[in-house]
């Protein structure tokens, strides 16, 4: 049974910055396409950020660019988010995401963990 586990939420003053973990596990296969989604209250899941293997460009949502960085870890199936100069606007739920292939991913083919909850006060 695949299962994605999500740590590093919490609460920070603006400007600050916290890290997300998400650790996969139960894949067959190795999760070639891990990232990451946010849903703030009453709006829709938005991915931010995607990194897979092999490909050399990262993804990253306008709203988080230069702010926000993705990293994997492959030998531990893990992903990471390293979130920079939060503002309260990035105030959500995070979720994490993984899939098996990039063709999986573009096909809407992704695992989803729990989530875990940013909050950014001003």
């Known amino acids: 049974q695949v299962q994605l586990v999500e740590s590093g939420g919490g609460s920070v003053q603006a400007g600050g910055s916290l890290r997300l973990s998400c650790a996969a596990s139960g894949f067959t296969d190795s999760s070639d396409c891990m990232g990451w989604a946010r849903q703030p209250p009453q709006k829709e899941r938005e991915v931010i950020a995607r990194?897979?293997?092999?490909?050399?460009?990262?993804y990253y949502a306008d709203s988080v660019k230069g702010r926000f960085t993705v990293s994997q870890d492959n030998a531990k199936n893990t992903v990471y988010l390293q979130m920079n100069s939060l503002k309260p606007e990035d105030t959500a739920m995070y979720y994490c995401?993984?899939?098996?292939?990039?063709?999986?991913?573009?096909?809407?083919?992704?695992?989803w963990g729990q989530g875990t909850q940013v909050t950014v006060s001003l």
């Open positions: 995401a993984a899939a098996t292939s990039w063709s999986s991913w573009l096909r809407g083919q992704r695992s």
């Open positions: 990194i897979c293997t092999g490909l050399v460009r990262t």
